[in-house]
Each structure stands twice: as structure tokens, then as C-alpha cells.
């Protein structure tokens, strides 16, 4: 029943087009009556009312009895149906993977946080990211037929249309997108991780109504997601967001992406490890430094985090620092923008107003008044599970597209 509507979507049929605009609408709006839908789409109320029935008998949508009105006969309310079909998405991290799996309302049905794996740009580590998907989805309790779609974060520059990754797992003249098909055996995007985040965090997270929102996500590295006017900004080939690759200091030291001086190099995960190393190298003291002089296993991003959170002074300065460093250049975001919402995610964010505050002191000083008074600054709702939300949500909502 699904595959088919799909089918018809990408052969192009009207009836197809018009069920795909209904789809959509239900997606972004809940349930909602015949009148509703009919006055949104432009639409008649036969032509609404012969499509809901024909995609009630399909098992798209569920007639959810009639709402309650102050007089006169009462509508029907019409709405997508959870179980008739399901939405997979994977959320790349450097040390493990995180899956989960939601249905067509967007509830999550299934979830397994922090899956361990080591994150490489190999063929090899392609291989078990593509292991560990298959393993999760073969223990799932839902009928895997009913997969639409699975949506893939992955950092750095993907071209979420075209399929392409042109920063990791980039080995083949092929799309990676298409590549992932091929191994899953089930119909694959990808698309950047902080736009999931961003969108996870715009549809089911702090924002509440607000249709211009920048989420910053400082993780290992650091990048931004746009949504303007309700809507996420990708940029002509999907490259939008590079906030870490702006030119801010002087340095000689070398950003990953082989240019010297990028705002990451000193305002990120990446240098929140380095500067913390450098300096308990020094013999600065922390309740870290016999966990990195044991050169065991390496010093993760939430290792440094649970340190802050648990009040080591050595920490908690470097991450002020950032904070302020950060704030910095999201007053200049604010200053170009003018958003109503500015979103501070991705793991440094779990130092919450260790990272937050820093944040907003130095937003103040350096925005304009006017500007800033109307962006409201707030750490993200979703936390660590923003990726994983936003992947599987874009997963569905990639099928729905204009």
C-alpha cells in the first residue's frame, strides 16, 4: 500500500501529487477537517473529501471521530495513521552512532543512544556504519516493510538533493546516498548533521511558533543551521551552515579543513580538547589529568563535559572562554539576521550555563541593542538527541517534498 502512493509520487501522477500535498499538510499541521484542508490546498471540498476516503482506505490517513464545536453539525477530524508507515534515522558521532525510529506522526517508536563506534573516514568505517544500521533495524519489533525512508547525518559538506558527501565517505564517483541503497536495501538520504538538529530541534523541540531560528551546534566541530521564514535554508548546493570555517584569528593553527586561523580552531570541541591537553601538559590541574596521562583509550567530548559539570575549575575556564569567543561572532549573526531564536546545541552545550552565559554577556556587548532585544538566546531542549529526531523527521519529510 505505501510503496505504491510512492510509486505513483515519482512517476508523477496527479492523484499522486495532490495525496502528497495532503501528506504534508498533516505532517506540519497534525490532524485537521475537510474545511481545513480544503481552504490551505486550494481545493474543493468534494475534491478534499473524495481524496480522504480514498487515503482512509489506503491506511494513510485515520478519521478521528468529530470535533467538539460551539453549534451546527460537527466536522470530522482527519489525521496521518501512525502505523502505516516508518522513518529511520542515523545520527553519525565521533565515538558511536545513535539510531532511532519514528512512525508517521513523528512519535519515536524505537531508539538506541550511543552505539559504540569509532568514526573514520575509511571504506571500512562506511562498512560498519552500514552494520550497525542493519543489526538495529533486523531487532526491530515494527514491520520493516513499512520503511519509507532512513536519513543519514553526516558533517561537513553533503548536497542533501543531489546525495553527494563531499567531506567524509567520499570514495566513489557515485552518490553516496545511492551507494547506502544499494547496502541497506531500503531508499537512503543524507543530509548535514546540525540542519538535523536544527530541523529536530525546530519541529519538536524549544521552538514554539518562532519561523526564523540559527541553532549553533558546538560539538567537535562547529556549524550552523538557518530556518528562514519556516523553512531550512540549505544554500545553493546544501554548503549553508560553515560558521566554523570563518576566518577569525591570526593563529598557525591548522583547521581540518586545511586553512589556518577558522573560528573552530579556537571556538569548538575540537579546541576545547586541545587547549584542556596543552594545559594540563603544563601541569595545570584537573580531575582529568590521570585520565590523560594513562594515554589509555582518547579523551572524549562528554568526558570533558561530565569534568565541567562537576565543577573542575581548569574546565570550566576553557569552556567560559569559548563561550565568550563564540558569542562573539553569533552577535554578528544576530547583527545579519535578525532572528527570533538562537539555538545553542551539540555536546559542549550539556555544560549548559557554563557555556550558555559566557554566550549571552558577550552576544550583549557586541550586537546591536535593537537586534538583539528581539532573539531570544536558549541552550537546546533536545540535547544529545537532537540529531537522532532530526534525522529521522527529515527522513520523512524528505519523501513529502515540493
Given at each position: ?27 506540519y499541521?497534525?490532524?485537521?477537517t ?10 474543493s ?8 476516503s ?15 464545536t ?13 502505523a502505516s ?25 524505537e ?8 568514526f573514520?573516514?575509511t ?5 560498519e ?10 531487532k ?12 543519514i ?24 546516498a545511492?551507494i ?6 531500503f ?16 519541529l519538536?523541540g ?12 558546538v ?5 550552523i ?10 544554500g ?14 591570526d ?14 580552531t ?10 584542556l ?12 589529568s ?27 575556564e576553557i ?21 527570533e ?13 557554563y557555556?550558555?552565559q ?14 538583539n ?30
Amino acid at each position: 500500500m505505501h510503496q505504491q502512493l510512492l510509486k505513483e509520487i515519482e512517476l508523477g501522477s496527479k492523484n499522486a501529487l495532490i495525496k502528497k500535498k495532503f501528506v504534508k499538510y498533516y505532517i506540519y499541521n497534525g490532524s485537521a477537517t475537510i474545511t481545513d484542508l480544503s481552504k490551505e490546498l486550494g481545493l474543493s471540498v468534494p475534491t478534499v473529501t473524495k481524496f480522504i476516503s480514498e487515503m482512509c482506505e489506503e491506511g494513510y490517513i485515520n478519521d478521528y471521530g468529530k470535533l467538539e464545536t460551539s453549534g451546527g453539525r460537527h466536522p470530522s477530524l482527519y489525521g496521518l495513521n501512525p502505523a502505516s508507515g516508518y522513518f529511520v534515522g542515523v545520527d553519525i558521532k565521533k565515538f558511536s552512532v545513535n539510531i532511532g525510529i519514528i512512525n508517521f506522526k513523528g512519535d519515536m517508536v524505537e531508539q538506541k543512544m550511543g552505539i559504540p563506534y569509532r568514526f573514520e573516514n575509511t571504506p571500512e568505517a562506511l562498512e560498519e556504519l552500514c552494520r550497525l544500521i542493519s543489526k538495529f533495524i533486523s531487532k526491530t519489533s515494527i514491520d520493516t516493510g513499512k520503511i519509507l525512508n532512513i536519513n543519514i547525518n553526516i558533517s561537513g559538506r553533503v548536497n542533501p538533493e543531489s546525495g553527494y558527501s563531499f567531506s567524509q565517505f567520499n570514495f566513489s564517483e557515485r552518490p553516496l546516498a545511492e551507494i547506502l541503497t544499494e547496502k541497506l536495501g531500503f531508499q537512503v538520504c543524507i543530509d548535514n548533521d546540525t540542519r538535523a538538529m536544527t530541523y529536530g530541534e525546530f519541529l519538536q523541540g524549544c521552538v514554539k511558533g518562532e519561523k526564523n531560528v540559527i541553532f549553533v551546534n558546538v560539538s567537535w566541530g562547529l556549524g550552523i543551521g538557518i530556518i528562514i521564514d519556516g523553512k531550512i535554508y540549505n544554500g545553493k548546493s546544501g554548503f549553508s551552515g560553515e560558521f566554523g570555517h570563518i576566518h577569525a584569528f591570526d593563529n598557525e593553527i591548522l583547521c581540518h579543513c586545511g586553512k589556518k586561523g577558522c573560528l573552530e580552531t579556537q571556538a569548538s570541541g575540537v579546541a576545547m580538547h586541545r587547549i584542556l591537553l596543552e594545559r594540563i601538559g603544563k601541569n595545570e590541574k584537573s580531575i582529568l589529568s590521570s585520565r590523560v596521562a594513562s594515554k589509555e583509550l582518547p579523551l572524549t567530548l562528554d568526558e570533558i563535559i561530565e569534568a565541567v559539570n562537576k565543577e573542575d575549575m581548569l574546565c570550566i575556564e576553557i569552556i567560559e572562554e569559548i563561550g565568550q569567543e563564540l558569542g562573539k561572532h553569533i552577535a554578528g549573526l544576530i547583527n545579519l539576521f535578525n532572528p527570533e531564536m538562537v539555538i545553542i546545541g551539540g555536546t559542549l552545550s550539556l555544560a549548559d550555563d557554563y557555556l550558555i552565559q559566557p554566550i549571552k554577556t558577550a552576544i550583549k556587548k557586541y550586537s546591536l541593542n535593537l537586534v538583539n532585544k528581539d532573539s531570544i538566546v536558549t541552550a537546546s531542549k533536545l540535547r544529545e538527541r537532537a540529531g537522532v529526531v532530526g534525522a529521522c523527521l527529515l527522513a520523512r519529510s524528505r519523501m513529502f517534498e515540493d
